[in-house]
């Protein structure tokens, strides 16, 4: 079994900063893409940004340039730099992991809980 942990959301105003973290733990052999997304109240969940496990990275036009995904692959993290934060990012963000299990072999996705991050105007 695999489980991801998230942490770093908060309350923060417009303009400010926060960095989320996710870590997966268990019985992993690899991870291929990770990424985070988020779901704002009334609406569908949407990818925020992506990372291959080459480190090669996409992002949505609404936070390029401000968002940067990063990750760890020693210890099976991947991050989220938000900066310039907007009341419009506000949202619940979860993190995702494609992981590759050895017994049995195969590849799963996997989402943290959960963590939420408010920014007020």
Do not use: H
């Not at 303009?15 to 268990?26: D, K, P, Q």
């Amino acid at each position: 079994q695999v489980q991801l942990a998230e942490s770093g959301g908060g309350l923060v105003q417009a303009g400010g900063s926060l960095r989320l973290s996710c870590a997966a733990s268990g019985s992993i052999f690899s991870i291929n893409a990770m990424g985070w997304y988020r779901q704002a109240p009334g609406k569908q969940r949407e990818l925020v940004a992506g990372i291959g496990s080459g480190g090669s990275t996409n992002y949505p036009d609404s936070v390029k340039g401000r968002f940067t995904i990063s990750r760890d692959n020693a210890k099976n993290t991947v991050y989220l730099q938000m900066n310039s934060l907007k009341p419009e990012d506000t949202a619940v963000y979860y993190c995702n992991a494609e992981v590759k299990t050895a017994q049995p072999m195969s590849v799963t996705d996997y989402w943290g809980q959960g963590t939420q991050v408010t920014v007020s105007s």
